[in-house]
């Protein structure tokens, strides 16, 4: 059987089958860490508006090339005693509270405060459980999603790799560093990541924990990536085969460590300081892949980039 899904694959609404039957005017889906230790209904309504901020204190916050939210009024959190709330900003949303799991640090969204009154919710859409949304409403929300911000929009996240084959640079030959850290700077590095690749996930792991569609992972030799301040570093095993860097202060995930590759980190593409990618990154890409797609949302539509579409990791 095939790793592979066909190249035209961009959606899992398509092998089940488009059903366009309208979906309920309310409804209720189910926000879930991944922990589990935080589960709560949220309703949806025919007017709840969705979109993808691209605005750099949202990518830096959800360590993703964008945003995902469905814009809710707010949910009585008060007996969820798990939630950790941060202020913060959005380009979008103004002044804002960032939320996430305290015990598993999923990122859950943001709320807004007008007048000391909590009003809005902007709920994180990688963080609602897959089996709570009808396929009519995976449909709407398909179709419907609102750009923001896009002037400040990272360049890696449509890259195509321009470098031919048999020119192939290995990982062990980037000479090329970027810079990167977390939404509050507890947390920075350098890493040897260009020339390279980019395997863009859309597992269940980094969508609960990004709270975002997918995360953007590239390979740098463990010789090649500093630290340069790690406060509020903390290393968490979030699988029995691998582990990820965390910050314990604002829940950035930052990096996978496989136990199979111990001279191998993967940052967080999500994570880079837009300043040191560069300009044109595609001339610095030999590869760039989408895996664990059979996990993928069914709200959320791949580019049609005819890149790679992998069922599981590469």
């Not at 030999?286 to 791949?302: A, D, E, G």
Request: charged share 20%; glycine share 6%; net charge positive.
């Amino acid at each position: 059987m095939s790793r592979n899904l066909l190249a035209s694959f961009r959606s899992p609404l398509a092998s089940r089958g488009e059903q366009r039957s309208p979906s309920p005017s309310n409804l209720q889906v189910q926000l879930k860490c991944n922990c589990g230790k935080l589960c709560v209904a949220v309703t949806i309504t025919s007017e709840s508006i969705t979109g993808h901020c691209h605005c750099k204190q949202c990518r830096r916050f959800h360590v993703a090339a964008f945003a995902s939210f469905c814009v809710v009024p707010t949910v009585d959190l008060a007996e969820q005693t798990s939630i950790i709330r941060r202020p913060g900003a959005c380009a979008t949303a103004g002044r804002v509270d960032r939320l996430w799991c305290a015990c598993c640090f999923s990122v859950l969204g943001m709320e807004v405060t007008e007048s000391g009154r909590r009003c809005e919710l902007y709920l994180a859409l990688g963080t609602v459980e897959d089996a709570s949304i009808p396929d009519s409403l995976a449909l709407k929300w398909r179709e419907c999603f609102t750009e923001w911000t896009l002037q400040e929009c990272a360049t890696w996240p449509a890259a195509l790799p321009t470098m031919h084959r048999a020119r192939r640079v290995t990982p062990q030959r980037a000479q090329m560093p970027v810079s990167g850290g977390c939404a509050c700077n507890g947390c920075r590095f350098t890493a040897n990541v260009f020339p390279g690749e980019l395997q863009h996930c859309y597992c269940k792991l980094c969508r609960k924990l990004s709270g975002a569609a997918f995360q953007t992972w590239t390979p740098c030799l463990a010789e090649g990536f500093a630290w340069t301040n790690q406060e509020s570093l903390i290393l968490v095993r979030t699988t029995p085969h691998g582990q990820r860097h965390m910050c314990r202060i604002c829940s950035s995930t930052l990096t996978i460590v496989y136990d199979s590759q111990p001279d191998t980190i993967w940052p967080a593409a999500g994570c880079f300081d837009d300043e040191t990618v560069p300009l044109d990154v595609s001339t610095q890409l030999y590869r760039v892949i989408h895996i664990c797609c059979i996990w993928m949302q069914s709200w959320y539509t791949l580019p049609d980039d005819k890149l790679p579409r992998l069922k599981y990791a590469g």
